[in-house]
């Protein structure tokens, strides 16, 4: 099993940057996919980034793809999502995520992962 904590999340306003950390216990993160999940009010949980183990491909969500980046440290067990150019509609809580998965139909699902973190607010306005 693998324990998951994200950091990293805040109150910025548009245009700014933030850097999340997703840091993993248990299990090095090299046993497992990455992936980053939001979930902004009233809406339903939504796939932003995934990460294979050797961290040689990505997968980004249509709607960040140009603004967001994933990375990862094996090294250091640790998951990023590198954020530029914030908008308000990138309000939302931010979870962390690992699976064995490693299909892509499955790893841009919310259902095909086997661990979470407790998730990072993050608040973009003015």
């Known amino acids: 099993q693998v324990q998951l904590v994200e950091s990293g999340g805040g109150s910025v306003q548009p245009g700014d940057s933030l850097r999340l950390s997703c840091a993993a216990s248990g299990r090095t993160v090299s046993s497992y996919v990455m992936g980053w999940f939001r979930q902004a009010p009233g809406k339903e949980r939504e796939f932003v980034a995934a990460?294979?183990?050797?961290?040689?491909?990505?997968y980004i969500a249509d709607s960040v793809k140009g603004r967001f980046s994933i990375s990862r440290d094996n090294a250091k067990n640790t998951v990023y999502l590198q954020m530029n150019s914030l908008k308000p509609e990138d309000t939302a809580v931010y979870y962390c995520?690992?699976?064995?998965?490693?299909?892509?139909?499955?790893?841009?699902?919310?259902?095909?992962?086997?661990?979470w973190g407790q998730g990072t607010q993050v608040a973009v306005s003015s």
């Open positions: 995520a690992a699976t064995n998965v490693t299909n892509v139909v499955f790893i841009i699902r919310s259902r095909g992962y086997d661990y």
């Open positions: 990460i294979n183990r050797s961290g040689g491909s990505t």
